[in-house]
């Protein structure tokens, strides 16, 4: 054998690399481009496993004029805006209105609603320090989550249950004075 069908059959590329070589370096590249964005779309959505029971919550009432304050004290484990369902309740323990906190979620009063959820930690999670607050009087009449027709909430009730398992959080709260 001569030596250039010696040389010949060592070089496959004019680089000097093999074909082999030239396709781990695009793999390894590949798989750290798919590892990062994998990361970064993690760190974003979160991913949250659900929890299998209901969490254990425990809430407060306050009347300020008017006005009714429920405050999350404890919720554990705290979960996403999305699995919590509210009630009130009137004093025949009615439902008087109810829905996903999604859905007074972010509101200010005046903007409609009379029943708005405040996220104070701005987390999209039931957690400790978050308020459910009602605006008794307020609101229209012809729209949902509207009190417009109720002028004082004394004797009612509030409840939160979990929804993937319908397990109430914590007891129900009552607004008395």
């Known amino acids: 054998m001569s030596q250039s069908d010696t040389n010949s059959s060592t070089q496959d590329s ?7 070589a030239v396709f781990s370096i695009f793999l390894s590249i590949f798989l750290t481009i798919v590892i990062v964005m994998a990361a970064i779309l993690y760190s974003w959505v979160g991913w949250e496993t659900v929890p299998k029971g209901a969490p254990y919550g425990t809430t407060t009432v306050f009347e300020d004029d008017g006005v009714w304050d429920v405050t999350i ?7 996403s805006i999305n699995s919590v369902h509210w009630y009130l309740m009137d ?31 701005y987390n999209a999670k039931v957690s400790p320090g978050d308020i459910f607050t009602f605006y008794p009087d307020e609101g229209e009449s012809n729209s949902s989550y509207s009190l417009a027709d109720v ?20 007891s129900d709260v009552y607004f008395t004075f």
């Open 91 to 121: 004093i025949q323990g009615l439902t008087k209105d109810e829905g996903l906190v999604t859905d007074i979620y972010g509101y200010k009063q005046g903007e409609g609603k009379s029943i708005i959820f405040i996220d104070n930690d």
């Open 151 to 170: 002028p004082s909430l004394n004797d009612y009730s509030f409840r939160l249950k979990f929804d993937p398992t319908g397990d109430t959080i914590g």
């Open 14 to 20: 004019p680089s000097g690399l093999s074909s082999f």
């Open 73 to 79: 004290i404890k919720m554990n484990p705290q979960v």
